[in-house]
């Protein structure tokens, strides 16, 4: 068994405003509070604990941060109109701070530390997040600050309209959060990511083992169904740098199952049955599934790559963006010397990185060239020897994708029998649904039609040579914040000059994004802008307070300049 390389949460990059993580725990109660209009409101209490640990992913040890002794951090649940009351207690040997993503948090609730007067929970100490509950839907949480976020810190968060009773262990309601994970130190790869921009290449994909809900696709996580019973899946892209496309494969067309989306971002949509979605850093996506028949099936959550025309479609298998279509020609390669230079070839400190050594392990032997993703059995492993009640899935790889994947097991509960249920048909049914005018709002008129009061440019900027990421040129603790009256409507154009993409999130508030056939979007936190595109959107700046904008591309975040860690590809927007 390989030892877990020790680098201690210490040792990782700070975003320079602020440290930041947290941790959380199971268990949950529900307590009886007084609101201030003198009703009974009902408190859903969850006390978390973080502590570092070690996570096995695949059969191989994983550095990880544990919340509460488990890997990854739990699911929060309550009804609108509850307070959620997190407590939370630092084991770590670094500032923690929790950011409720796509959630309307009080001000110094949001877990930006350094803003609203918030500051991050030192270590030994403890903290209460108190957040009244004002939305429904599918949002998630996750260490803010550092990158402690990729080691485990984070999780979901399901909001139900208020008197919906729900349970924990429902097994039609299900959040599945897919993330990357690395054996290597977040110093390595970012010193990889900076060295492959250097040589005009695309971000590494072999430093990341895709997950979902902290498991491998060799780990086999698996849920029951019972055929004709509609399946609510919560879908989280927590992943530090990968974005996926997810879809259903099995011995039947996956078209009988009726993938239909239905929220994102939490906000709802105007269903629209297709055969798969997509998601950015950052994104929600809800999606119903009937499962008609008793056969396994799977969702496969593959890796995909944006080229510079921004083509959603364009399935590289890597993480991160394809590089191979850009024009590297007018940053800064002419004094370098490529010529013949593989990526294996270079030598960083005097290490080659196809010879990098990880606990004993050669960074360039992790191409999985010895393990049989081609239609394996799972080494003939029926899933009885794992106590699935005798049930056999060696036929559920009749299609393989490739190697590298986050993948769900479904199996039917055993002595359950097909349904009689109508079948949705191929023909019915979109190829591929991303962005904006595909989600259509569920909620048409909550926007009025007044015009914005100005519009305001946020340009996307880098060096892509040296990975350095910016706003408008700068980075955080050099940029102006982009100031907003109370109540004031404004439009936002995100001008992508940068040569990558970019999904942008904005803290505190939901925008609109504004479609080209002029239809009525649905509400977002998260919009992924394409190398060379321009995305528009309406902000209502409805919550007063100091709220960030940033990529959620975590080593986006973040730039390093003679040792100093230095905000990168986020500003400050005040409301006030």
Known sequence: MKDVKKFTPRSMFLVGFAAGILLLSHGHSALAADAPDGKTQTTRRYELTASPGAARINGENYDAILVNKQFVSPTLRANQGDVLEVIVHNNLDSALSLHWHGVEAPPDMDGAAGLNGAKAISTGASFTYRIPVTQTGTYWYHAHGGTQEQMGVYGGLVFYPPGVQYSDNDATDRVIILADHSQSSPHEIFQTFKDDHAQGQHESADIYTMTANGKGDQDRLTYDFVPGQKLHLRLINAAAMTMFKVSFSGPTPRYDYNMTLVAADGQPVIPIDTTNVTLANGETRDIMVTPNDKNPFQLIATPYSVDVMGNMGDMQGMSGMNHASMDHADMKHEDRDHDGRKRGDRDHDGRKHGDRDHDGRKHGDRDHEDRDHEGRDHDGRKYEDRDHEGRDHSDMDASPPPANIAKVYFAPRPGSKAANAPHAKKSNMQANVFDNDNLLAADATALSLAPPSRTIKVRLTGDMQRYIWTINDAGFDQSEPIKIALNERVKIDF??????????????????????????????????????????????????????????????????????????????????
């Open 495 to 576: 001008v992508n000059e940068s040569g990558m993409a970019h999904p942008m999130h904005l803290h505190g508030m939901s925008f609109r994004p504004i479609a080209q056939s002029g239809k009525a979007l649905s509400k977002r936190n998260t919009i992924l802008v394409a190398d060379g595109e321009t995305k528009s959107v309406i902000l209502d700046a409805n919550r007063a307070g100091e709220w960030l904008l940033h990529c959620h591309l975590l080593y986006h975040q973040m730039d390093v300049n003679g040792g100093e860690q230095m905000g990168g590809m986020l500003t400050r927007v005040v409301v006030q």
